[in-house]
């Protein structure tokens, strides 16, 4: 998607964002599907939808600012306000948080 096509996902609803995500996790699952791989060896790498959601609205935060990957600082506030925005991501945010520490070191 071009930068003129972006549009930020920060205004719509939690069910708007969840029904992206579970789209998006449907067509991933697809295609590696359609790829031959077993479902078994995969579906637990996949993230939940929640998860996915957080990723979406990270990356959303992320080309709203040219693109320029945060710093843990700032990995943090954007994360934090996410789940201040919408109360129901808290617990995931928390829990990504936890588990990997700021995301800026990994690639979703």
Do not use: C, K
Not at 47 to 60: I, K, N, Q
Not at 90 to 108: A, I, K, M, N, S
């Amino acid at each position: 998607m071009s930068e003129s096509q972006f549009l930020p996902r920060g205004q719509a609803s939690l069910e708007v964002l969840r029904a992206e995500a579970h789209q998006e996790l449907d067509t991933i699952v697809e295609e590696r599907l359609l790829a031959g791989e077993d479902p078994w060896a995969f579906m637990e790498q996949l993230p939940t939808v929640d998860e996915l959601v957080v990723y979406l609205l990270r990356a959303d935060a992320i080309n709203a600012n040219d693109g320029r990957r945060p710093s843990a600082t700032r990995e943090y506030r954007v994360l934090r306000q996410i789940a201040l925005e919408h109360p129901a991501l808290t617990t995931t945010v928390w829990r990504l948080l936890d588990e990997h520490g700021p995301l800026t070191r990994q690639y979703w």
